[in-house]
């Protein structure tokens, strides 16, 4: 293990959904104070050198539970159907409520969280310390034909956004659960879809494409004038998962300067697609070298999916997240490879994105 923890700034966390359903009255004291079963909380973040990341504001379908896709994906192969789309003002409400989920922790934590609206405001975060939070929407549920709630969540701080989750949206269709399978399902972004990535550019958001099928996000290729960034996503040619990268894919990715931040689900990263805690460090480490070998080293992340996706037991949770940093150091990567990885790459992309 290194010396010293190398920050990690990190390309997705489900944490807000977990707050969402906490039964606690101030949710948000729960995560400052640590809670016995999570990945990702103060104390949790501190111990592993997790220095911020992207926080997820996701709606739960209220009818359908994430229980029926869980068993679906525990076969050996399985085709997961798309969730209907879901209804605006519910998801609003809860969008909502998990912005406002995120601005009362950077309240109550004094100085320890602080929601990064810049590349320069990461870098004060980072430098003293505290979390560096980006507010990203995964799936644009919560957004009105007329983009005016883009507007108002924009000015609350949203800096990320994803057209879509696996589900259909009016702004276009998202990639089934399905392995093994290519991407290529469904089709692509709606007429809506392709004002809101122009919507995006202008307001610089970022714009990912993590859930989006292949037909979405080659019209984002097309569209969009920043670079293509994928934040929890990845290598197709190891895990032939639908929701991980082809080649082509990564290829677009590297021309355009962007980025892709690996996701330690084990589903995404066992070439058998399976769930399964006992997944070896060394197959993450495989998405990796793939990835930096289509990309190059400026063009990878990490995209923990803490708090969404079972992670290998190496890793445990955000506490562990230096195990993995040391499993790439033994593959060989040196102390500037591993900063481009664990943090550099991000603030790069972002400033790119953002602009400043
Ligand atoms: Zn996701």
């Known amino acids: 293990m290194p010396a010293r923890p190398i920050p990690v700034f990190d390309g997705h966390n489900d944490a807000l959904l977990r707050l969402l359903r906490s039964s606690h009255p101030r949710p948000e004291e729960r995560f400052l104070a640590g809670e016995p079963l999570c990945h990702l909380d103060l104390p949790r973040a501190r111990a592993g050198g997790f220095a911020g990341g992207f926080f997820a504001i996701y709606v739960p379908d209220p009818k359908a539970g994430g229980a029926e896709i869980d068993a679906m994906m525990a076969r050996p192969r399985y085709d997961v159907p798309l969730p209907p789309m879901l209804e605006t003002g519910y998801a609003r409400d809860v969008s909502l409520a998990m912005m406002a989920i995120l601005l009362r922790l950077e309240r109550a934590s004094r100085g320890a969280v602080t929601i990064c609206r810049s590349a320069a405001d990461i870098e004060a975060a980072m430098a003293r310390g505290a979390i560096a ?28 956004l994803g057209p879509v989750w696996s589900r259909p949206t009016i702004f276009g269709n998202g990639v089934p659960f399905r ?68 080649d082509e ?108």
């Open 133 to 160: 939070a980006v507010a990203h929407m995964e799936g644009a549920e919560a957004i009105d034909p007329d983009l005016r709630t883009l507007e108002v969540f924009h000015a609350a701080g949203l800096r990320s």
């Open 249 to 356: 894919q990564l290829g677009a990715i590297a021309e355009s300067g962007g980025m892709v931040g690996l996701n330690f689900a084990t589903s995404f990263i066992r070439p058998d697609g399976r769930r399964d805690p006992a997944t070896p460090l060394s197959m993450l480490v495989d998405h990796i070298d793939h990835l930096v070998e289509k990309i190059g080293i400026d063009g990878v992340g990490f995209g923990s999916d803490f708090d969404g996706a079972t992670v290998p037991d190496a890793i445990g949770d955000a506490g562990g997240l230096q195990s993995l940093v040391a499993a790439l150091a033994s593959r060989g990567y040196d102390g500037e490879a591993l900063e481009k990885i664990c943090w550099r790459n991000w603030l790069r992309v972002l400033r790119a994105t953002w602009g400043g």
């Open 179 to 246: 392995y093994p399978s290519g991407p290529d399902i469904g089709e692509g972004l709606t007429e809506r879809g392709r004002a809101l990535i122009k919507a995006c550019n202008r307001l610089k958001i970022m714009v990912d494409l993590s859930h989006l099928n292949e037909r979405g996000f080659w019209d984002v290729a097309r569209i969009s004038d920043a670079p293509l960034v994928a934040t929890h996503s990845n290598a197709h040619a190891v895990c032939p998962h639908a929701r991980n990268l082809t």
